[in-house]
Nanobody
Framework: QVQLVESGGGLVQPGGSLRLSCAPS????????MGWYRQAPGKERELVARITKSAVTNYADSVKGRFTISRDNAKNTVYLQMNSLRPNDTAVYYCNADLRITWFGPSSEYWGQGTQVTVSS
């Protein structure tokens, strides 16, 4: 069973930086769009950023200029560089990817288990 495995969350002071990473745990045939979502306590899950296979990106307005999404297609890995972090960036961050496991199968949406990011002094 393929899973998306995230790493890089933690506690950081306001103004600090963190880098999240995410990759599938097993073999996959191809990956299309990859992205990051977040969910703060009492709020709905929201898009943070996403990137297509050809590296076209889009961002939530609240993170533009502070966060950068990138991917390494050779490693099937997506990254989220988060700078100038604010307390209201505190949330569980989830990796999302559109994966095709086999050449003959359909693409399906996968989610990671989530990684906690806490911004606090």
């Amino acid at each position: 069973q393929v899973q998306l495995v995230e790493s890089g969350g933690g506690l950081v002071q306001p103004g600090g930086s963190l880098r999240l990473s995410c990759a599938p745990s097993g073999y996959i045939f191809s990956i299309n769009t990859m992205g990051w979502y977040r969910q703060a306590p009492g709020k709905e899950r929201e898009l943070v950023a996403r990137i297509t296979k050809s590296a076209v990106t889009n961002y939530a307005d609240s993170v533009k200029g502070r966060f950068t999404i990138s991917r390494d297609n050779a490693k099937n890995t997506v990254y989220l560089q988060m700078n100038s972090l604010r307390p209201n960036d505190t949330a569980v961050y989830y990796c999302n990817a559109d994966l095709r496991i086999t050449w003959f199968g359909p693409s399906s949406e996968y989610w990671g288990q989530g990684t906690q990011v806490t911004v606090s002094s």
